[in-house]
């Protein structure tokens, strides 16, 4: 079946514009997950859905970020006034709920700020 | 301290050998992960467990949660296996705390 999508798969644009990044999770799963990894640095966790609530928003980095969850199924992140720090690969996952489950990875959207 | 630790950093074998990579944590977790990165490519979940050892193909995992100490092991290594290994463990929520990763390089 057809795994975890997110578009684009690259995205460059300039410092100071909105960008919207989408993860169409598996169907079924409930929970959804999104991750970045910025170049040279680890995997950090930004924000979590269950259904279309958000109960941890602890990993947002600054309030240019923000996310929404519709219909419990696809997510939208959006990053306002870019920042060259902001450049990096965003992840989404997706499980059938939190906690001990396992969670499918999705291809990742590669933002370059310029 | 990083709440997830890995070790080592780096490692290079030669084709054939045992390797083992470990993963020690400090947070109370519902489950930890194994995730595996290949260069330019995405994150694979390897393992998903909350107690004692999995084994799929050539790879091994194991928790022991009293010393919160996971291993993974990878059996007759191949150059296939390089990639970076991830340790991550699944806070309360079920959002994952990620190690820095381990970066294989096996060697023909």
């Known amino acids: 079946g057809a795994g975890v999508s997110q578009s684009p798969s690259n995205k460059v644009t300039e410092k100071g514009k909105d960008v919207e990044l989408r993860c169409d999770p598996i169907s079924g799963h409930t929970a959804l997950y999104w991750y970045r990894q910025s170049l040279g640095q680890g995997l950090e966790f930004l924000i979590y859905?269950?259904?279309?609530?958000?109960?941890?928003k602890s990993g947002l980095p600054s309030d240019r970020f923000s996310a929404e969850r519709t219909g419990g199924s696809v997510s939208t992140l959006t990053i306002q006034r870019t920042q060259q720090e902001d450049s990096a690969v965003y992840l989404c996952?997706?499980?059938?709920?939190?906690?001990?489950?396992?969670?499918?990875f999705g291809p990742g959207t590669r933002l370059t700020v310029t | 301290k990083n709440e997830v630790e890995q070790s080592p950093q780096n490692l290079t074998a030669q084709e054939g050998e045992f390797i083992t990579i470990n993963c020690s944590y400090s947070v109370g977790i519902s489950a930890l992960h194994w995730l595996q990165q290949h260069p330019g490519g995405g994150i694979v979940s390897l393992f998903m467990l909350s107690s004692g050892k999995k084994k799929h193909g050539r790879l091994i995992a194991t928790i022991n949660i009293q010393e919160k100490h996971s291993s993974l092991h990878i059996t007759a290594s191949h150059p296939r296996d390089s990639a970076v290994y991830i340790c991550?463990?699944?806070?309360?929520?079920?959002?994952?705390?990620f190690g820095k990763g381990t970066k294989l390089s096996v060697k023909p």
């Open positions: 991550a463990v699944a806070g309360s929520q079920g959002n994952l705390i």
């Open positions: 859905f269950q259904g279309n609530s958000a109960p941890d």
């Open positions: 996952a997706s499980s059938f709920s939190g906690k001990a489950y396992e969670q499918y």
